[in-house]
């Protein structure tokens, strides 16, 4: 089996969004969206990768795939629960009303959605020929359940849409995890046009709301389609969510899309999500691959502002230091992963193989125009909201991604790249090298 570290990546063709993240028997497992057959997005299966540390991933085949009529076109998104000892998945069954002559695969338009439940004993067994049993019946425009348990009672959230024009949050409670019954919609243009991935809980006495609003933002640059969060108050009893002031992007690279987050052993809440990639990697041992996972990311509210922070994983495993101080120029990115640590004054800019990051006018920039591989269409220069003077940059490097983590996590930029140099240009403090 294909093992990855770090990062989550596709095992040969396609994936997209991580699904069922869970820990489970002392193991994390992430299912992901997979398309098995080529590198583009296709009928959705579940792959299955398991850790023990976030960090090491063992890719361990399909857990999910299509056998029932309402799930015929694709096991699509959904999330795990643990509950009297079996891993249970839920996620969205969908059938298209129509097939589309030219490619079966691939009908976004016209389709009905069911909600699914399958258990496991073991977490990696699924009956998908037997063992799937339908909890909410078809409804168009509804997908992605989360579903989690507060005190004696089931909660689902499911992201829909209002007609098309403002996306929505559909609440769902259950006594025993399988009889469900509506209890209300939020609904906002914060939501985009259409909500998927929807993901709420507790960060100490707050609630934080993370999801996917299609149509958010419009434009030539690649993606309309964006990750968003906000502090929110919900009324457990009603299952009421009202949306507060603050907004933010999960990443301000953009890149990022579909997270989903789960507690670690250590009960922090972590999230996880797939980065967009614009065309198939093809490397030497491995199939062309297509989409990736960010790094872990501890979620923290403070202050009014929701943090994602270095998961403490991922600071073991760059405990080796391979640089000194004040290094002007380093040849130093051979391929394996870099961790490289420098707080920018005004002004000052870092290269990185290409990849530029620099201060103006109190905010962090990057700039991933000369290790895109020419590729057009797509945002090239992405920026964190105003800084107020401090630029601690924490900044993570593999062939295909940078993760640049703001001060502590006030901010992350991510970007996918094709094509970094070897060279580091520019002051920097600390550079580390993993196991």
Known sequence: MTIDTLHLKAPGNWINDPNGFIYYKGEYHLFYQYFPYAPVWGTMHWGHAVSRDLVHWEHV???LFPTRYEDQNGCFSGSAIEHDGE???YYTGIRYREVNPENIHVNEK??????IMISSEDGYSFDNFGGKRIVIPTAENTRDPKVWK?????YMVLGGTNRGEMGSALFYRSGDGVNWHYMSRAQSERFGKILECPDIFELGESHVFIGSAMHITEGSDGYGHHAVCMPVDFDRDRCRLALGEKFQYVDYGLDLYASQTNLDAEGRRVMIAWMRMPKAVEEPGRAPWNGMMCLPRVVEYAGDHIYFRVHPEVDRYFEKEVSVLGSDETDSLDGRP?????TLNPGESLDIGGFRIWEEKDFIRTDRSAVFDGIRGYRMMCSTPKLHGRYQLDIFVEP???EVFV???????SNIV???????????EKTFTGQ
Do not use: W
């Open 418 to 428: 094709y094509g970094l140099g070897s060279l580091i240009r520019g002051r920097v």
């Open 87 to 89: 891993m249970k998945l």
């Open 400 to 402: 295909n991604l940078v």
């Open 61 to 63: 085949g399909v857990a």
């Open 110 to 115: 016209d389709y009905d959605a069911v909600q």
């Open 338 to 342: 870099k961790r490289i640590r420098v």
């Open 407 to 413: 001060n502590d996590g006030e901010y992350v930029i």
């Open 150 to 154: 507060d005190g004696d009672d089931f």
